[in-house]
């Protein structure tokens, strides 16, 4: 996700940039298991 936004009831987050690495080996999915999450929210 690059450039996103959540509205919660109290709160809104802006500028949202999300990253989760993935692969696939043997039709099967694997996240995050090897790189690292990454989040970064620009404005609260």
């Given amino acids: 996700m690059k450039d996103g936004s959540a509205l ?3 709160n809104a ?3 949202i940039d999300f990253s989760l690495p993935f692969y696939l080996r043997d ?3 694997y996240f995050g298991t090897h790189n690292p999450v990454s ?3 620009k404005e609260i």
């Fill in 8 to 10: 919660l009831p109290d």
């Fill in 13 to 15: 987050f802006n500028g």
């Fill in 27 to 29: 039709h099967r999915w």
């Fill in 39 to 41: 989040l970064s929210i």
